[in-house]
């Protein structure tokens, strides 16, 4: 049951689109993911850290980097502030200012996230999670958005900024063939000093806590990468609060993923329920305006009927006062006949 | 035919053709050494600042301004606002424009654009925000091409497709809305994977709906401003319908956006509230925040109601163009302004002159193509052969 978030997460996203990614979909828990059992990492230990620029050396060799402008055993270099570039995946910084008597020097790299927010973010998944530990690129499929530098809380990718056609994103890669090989990390293995450890993360966090245990006054009580951002395979010890060495620690304790899990979430419930409640709202507007059609054509064929109805009893009345006109017209004319010859008679006998 | 081409050679050189073709001209060498020498010769992009304004300005504001296509087409077909029937389609126009251009401009982003295909291909990020985002907009660049295509259909007298097309209306409006509301939101969800880089004003598990609300903002008073400059501009090109239906839209959609610049103000203040931030609005960021927030929320939502009760189109039209400013503020400070705050100022990224030309060209070349399919197409008016026919 290695199945994480990321998996469950793909699953969600996937069918939201009503894609038909025939990837498992792991079950969702309340478990916590703590990582892929047996995964390497490395322990870097900076009470043993002597900033002799080592690692950096085997890292740009390993790697084949090209040759940086000053050679990796000019000291100076460690006065300037630096993070992990194209040409180099690894960088030491000095900090003097701390509470440390005497400089502390810390190493930066890809921590390999436990639930890397690079891979999380990738939307050509070149950056994946693998379960021996490291977080590996690979440049076959980069589109270039550069949206894994956006989400590194670690501020670690780099990218070829002048590469016109094929630029990639470089990181560490803890050396994956490496380890494949049965062989160790270059940093780890250049490391005079034996400040840092390669092993099974597991292993590593309990070695760290018996130093902590073992020399309480020497360390901060705080395995850095234990927790941060939901674990990292790359884990810390520091004779300093961790801030003072510029690591961050308002970070938290969140595995990336779940930073957007409830985003992703919505996406399906939007896709399922949107088209329903806007074809509602369609049907509700077009039969308000069917309704008041109607309504408008009740009225007016009420309207015209009444009219109708107005109009022929109006006709009535009138044809009615007509005929009584003109009967009492024809009374009239009769009855002035009448008396006009009732008149004319005793004229005629007065004459 | 032959005398549209005389017309145009003797009007060939005018101002706006002249300032047009110098900015493309710039553009386009710009391209050329995007593609020779790579983004680090002509980007003030870092390690540190992997997106700059072609992602802030050309990704986001093109997307949340070309969101009129959406509200309109939505108000219209779907909420029976018939009588902003005449707005759908130059809204369409820009909606698509807007979009395609947003493609364009990342072509140039990109590195490898050819690619753009992969995540759908063989990568299959579906964790990925982008993932969505990259999905939807394709869609929704097809859907708006579908939306828009009656216009030129009429324009070439294919009339069985053009009926065809338009029978589809309904289904292709609820599409489009469905398609943005997933992108718009997730352009926001897009920052939610960087709580420790963006500042915790602007930074809010609220982010996609922010988003989301805004682009409704952006739609609607891009609407309004787009009406009134076309009313300006080409006037001789809009019939009676147009013309007589772009006071009462102007006067609907400034209503329509002062209340969603209400809600959105409230949800804004509620995402402070609920991440207790209270105490940042006296820092110097807080001050910026503040002016975003009265400035070009609160103001324009209290100029829009003032502008609709006395009805006042020109205050309603000055009105929307102050919230796209906001709107185009507020997508800089979340992706530009206040992200990587915490960096010290010498590892800020401050955009150099050719990616803002960049970005002045890509708006220049949704002007001209603009320009050019309104002087032709049926889009602010009636194809004499399809009135009343939709």
């Known amino acids: 049951m290695s199945i994480s978030r990321r998996k469950f997460l793909a699953w969600l996203g996937a069918a939201g689109i009503g894609s038909m990614v025939s990837r498992d979909a792991g079950a969702s828990s309340n478990k916590h993911f703590r990582g892929y059992p047996k995964s390497s990492g490395v322990l870097y230990d900076m009470t043993r850290c002597v900033g002799c620029r080592e690692c950096e050396a085997a890292c740009n060799k390993v790697n084949s980097l090209p040759a940086p402008d000053k050679p990796f055993n000019d000291l100076t270099v460690l006065n300037t502030k630096r993070r992990t570039g194209t040409d180099a995946y690894t960088v030491v910084n000095k900090y003097s200012g701390t509470r440390h008597d005497g400089p502390v020097f810390r190493k930066i790299q890809c921590n390999h996230c436990l639930e890397p927010a690079c891979a999380s973010v990738c939307f050509v998944r070149a950056l994946k999670k693998t379960k021996s530990g490291p977080v590996t690129y690979d440049e076959s499929v980069c589109v270039g958005c550069r949206y894994c530098m956006v989400a590194c809380p670690f501020d670690i990718p780099a990218y070829e900024y002048n590469e016109p056609l094929t630029p990639r994103v470089l990181k560490c890669t803890m050396c994956a063939p490496r380890i494949e090989k049965g062989q160790l990390p270059g940093c780890v293995e250049a490391c005079p000093k034996e400040a840092l450890t390669f092993g099974h993360r597991d292993d590593l966090i309990k070695i760290a806590r018996k130093r902590i245990r073992k020399y309480p006054e020497r360390y901060k009580d705080h395995i850095y990468g234990e927790h941060e951002m939901g674990g990292t395979s790359w884990l810390y010890l520091s004779p300093v609060p961790f801030k003072e060495v510029g690591m961050r620690e308002d970070l938290g304790e969140t595995p990336a993923p779940s930073l957007t899990s409830g985003a992703l979430s919505i996406v399906p419930m939007v896709v399922g329920l949107w088209p329903v409640l806007l074809a509602g709202v369609y049907g509700i507007t077009k039969r308000k305006e069917k309704i008041a059609m109607e309504e408008q054509q009740t009225a007016v064929a009420e309207a015209t009927e009444k009219a109708d109805h107005e109009a022929h009893l109006k006709l009535e009345a009138a044809m009615g006062k007509a005929k009584k006109d003109k009967e009492t017209a024809i009374e009239k004319a009769i009855k002035k006949a009448l008396e006009d010859v009732a008149g004319a008679e005793p004229d005629k006998e007065d004459s | ?390």
């Not at chain 2, 035919?1 to 003797?10: A, H, N, P, R």
């Not at chain 2, 609407?223 to 400059?229: A, F, R």
């Not at chain 2, 809009?238 to 949800?267: N, Q, R, W």
């Not at chain 2, 163009?321 to 185009?328: F, K, P, R, S």
Request: net charge positive.
């Open chain 2, 1 to 390: 035919m032959s005398e549209e081409i005389t017309t145009d050679s003797q009007s060939w050189i005018t101002p706006f053709n002249v300032i047009a073709g110098i900015i493309i001209l710039v553009g386009l060498i710009i391209t050329v050494i995007r593609f020779t020498k790579g983004l680090g010769a002509v980007t003030h992009l870092s390690n540190d600042n992997p997106w700059g304004i072609w992602i802030g300005f050309d990704l986001l504001c093109g997307v949340a301004l070309a969101a009129g296509g959406y509200t309109c087409s939505a108000s219209v077909y779907l909420f029976g606002m018939k009588r902003y029937h005449s707005a759908v389609r130059p809204a369409l126009l820009t909606g698509f424009l807007g979009y395609f251009f947003v493609v364009i401009a990342l072509i140039l982003d990109l590195g490898r654009p050819w690619r753009l295909p992969y995540p759908f291909i063989i990568g299959w990020g579906t964790t990925s925000l982008l993932f969505e985002v990259g999905l939807c907009v394709a869609l929704y660049l097809t859907v708006l091409f579908i939306e828009f295509s009656p216009a030129p259909l009429e324009w070439l007298g294919f009339k069985k497709t053009r009926n065809i097309v338009v029978k589809l209306t309904l289904l292709l409006t609820i599409l489009g809305v469905v398609l943005s509301t997933l992108h718009q939101s997730s352009l926001g969800a897009l920052f939610l994977i960087a709580p420790s880089k963006l500042h915790p004003l602007w930074y809010s598990p609220y982010l996609p709906v922010f988003f989301f609300i805004s682009s409704i903002i952006a739609g609607l008073s891009m609407v309004i401003l787009e009406g009134s400059l076309s009313h300006k501009v080409f006037h001789h090109k809009m019939d009676e319908t147009h013309l007589s239906e772009c006071d009462p839209l102007t006067l609907g959609f400034g209503k329509a956006a002062s209340l969603v610049l209400a809600g959105y103000f409230t949800i804004k203040v509620i995402g402070i509230a609920a991440g207790n931030h209270w105490d940042l609005l006296s820092t110097p960021y807080g001050l910026w925040f503040l002016v975003e927030m009265l400035g070009f929320v609160a103001l324009p939502c209290f100029l829009y109601a003032v502008g609709v009760r006395d009805k006042n189109l020109k205050l309603i039209r000055g009105t929307s163009a102050l919230t796209v400013c906001g709107i185009i503020l507020n997508r800089l400070n979340v992706s530009v302004i206040a992200f990587n705050w915490q960096l010290p100022m010498s590892e800020r990224y401050i955009p150099s002159w050719m990616e803002i030309a960049v970005s002045v060209f890509m708006v220049t070349l949704i002007i001209v193509f603009y320009k050019f399919i309104v002087t032709r197409m049926p889009v602010l008016y009636e194809h004499p052969d399809f009135k009343n026919s939709h």
